[in-house]
């Protein structure tokens, strides 16, 4: 079960890797004929950058998050969010490193920006520990 949702969530980001390049026009991957290894993906998704932030995959998944987690405190300080702090929804493990759980909702945490930018692509701080991993 576990390796079929892996391979779900890695054909889901390798999909939107793919409606990324065709947006930047770059070469778009449907026409290659070779299945994308991890490595390939991920590669495909630091040269997307910023534009799988834009996406509205990744916009959907954010708000799911928001609601599930709550957006009014930081998972990590408790610090409460404003207008001037808003919420950071922050990959647990990096995309970078693990590109097939990019679009993962229990690969998600809620925290403020400071926290965010502390815990940098940090693997494996995990500060929902209250909260149960959900079906995907």
Known sequence: ???TLDLQ???RVSELVR???????KRTLAHQQV???DNEVAQQIRSAGDSFLRSPEWKELRARALKL???A???RCGVEFTKRRRPN???????????ELALDINNLQVLCGRCNKKKANAFGLDYRDHIPPLPA
């Open 73 to 75: 405190n930081c998972m």
């Open 1 to 3: 079960m576990k390796k």
């Open 19 to 25: 409606k990324l390049a065709r947006r930047n026009r």
């Open 35 to 37: 299945s994308l290894s």
């Open 89 to 99: 929804v922050d990959h647990v493990k990096p995309r970078k490193l693990f590109p």
């Open 69 to 71: 987690y709550g957006d």
């Open 9 to 11: 969530n890695s054909r």
